[in-house]
C-alpha cells in the first residue's frame, strides 16, 4: 500500500517537509501593511517559517524582488519569483533551478480553479500536476488537490483591519513548505489584483 506522502504526489520542496500525520498552520503579516509574513503552527504558536521580501538587485529605478521562504534556522527554503503571466517557485540557493511553476487561471472555463501548478519535470504541461480549487463559487476558501487527492484545505479570514489570515491545513503525507507556498502566490495574486482595481477606480474618478 502506498504511504500518504506517495498518494499525493511525494515531497516537492524537500521530504523533510512532508508531515507524518495533519498538520494546521496559520499564515499572517507581521504586522500591518508589511510585506512579510509569518507561519506559526497552530497547535503551539511556535514560528515554522517566515516570508520575507527581498530585493535581488541594486538597481533604484528598476528594482526586482523576490519572495524567500525562510526556515526558523535562518535558512532560505525557497524563493517566489513573478515572471507576469507566471509565478515561478525556485530552491534556496542562488544558483538553484525551477522547481514548479504557477499558472494563474480566469475565464468562464476555469470558473473553479483558480491556480494550476507544473512542476519542473512537467515539460509538455498538458494536464498540471497540482491544482487549487474554490471551495464555495463565491467564498475564497479553498482546496489543493494532486489530481483527485486533496492534500490540503486553505481558510481566508480577513479582520476588520483589513488584514488576511489563512488558516492551513496540511494532510498527512502532503509537503507543508509546498503548500505554504502555494498560499502565498494565491495572496501575492490578490494583492496585484486589489492594486489593479484601485488604480482603475481613481482612473475612473479622475475621469
Not at 494546521?24 to 504586522?31: A, D, E, I, M
Not at 487527492?149 to 507543508?176: F, H, I
Not at 503548500?179 to 482612473?203: C, F, P, S, T, W
Request: charge should be positive; glycine fraction near 8%; proline fraction near 3%.
Amino acid at each position: 500500500m502506498a504511504n500518504p506522502s506517495e498518494r499525493i504526489g511525494g515531497p516537492v520542496i524537500g521530504a523533510q517537509y512532508c508531515v507524518p500525520s495533519t498538520c494546521q498552520y496559520k499564515l499572517f503579516q507581521t504586522r500591518r501593511g508589511s510585506k512579510n509574513w509569518s507561519v506559526v503552527d497552530a497547535a503551539n504558536a511556535a514560528v515554522i517559517f517566515t516570508l520575507v521580501k527581498h530585493k535581488t538587485n541594486s538597481s533604484r529605478w528598476f528594482p526586482k524582488y523576490e519572495t524567500q521562504l525562510v526556515d526558523a534556522q535562518g535558512n532560505i527554503v525557497a524563493r517566489i519569483q513573478d515572471k507576469g503571466s507566471r509565478w515561478k517557485v525556485l530552491g534556496g540557493s542562488a544558483d538553484s533551478n525551477v522547481l514548479f511553476s504557477v499558472k494563474i487561471c480566469g475565464g468562464l472555463l476555469d470558473w473553479k480553479t483558480t491556480m494550476k501548478v507544473f512542476l519542473a519535470s512537467n515539460l509538455s504541461e498538458k494536464q498540471p500536476n497540482y491544482m487549487v480549487e474554490l471551495r464555495t463559487i463565491c467564498g475564497s476558501d479553498c482546496i489543493i488537490l494532486h489530481g483527485t487527492q486533496p492534500m490540503s484545505e486553505v481558510e481566508v479570514n480577513t479582520t476588520w483591519l483589513g488584514r488576511t489570515k489563512y488558516t492551513v491545513t496540511v494532510n498527512a503525507g502532503a509537503d507543508c513548505a509546498f503548500v505554504l507556498l502555494l498560499v502565498m502566490i494565491m495572496e501575492k495574486d490578490q494583492q496585484r489584483k486589489r492594486h489593479a482595481a484601485a488604480l482603475n477606480a481613481g482612473a475612473v474618478a479622475g475621469f
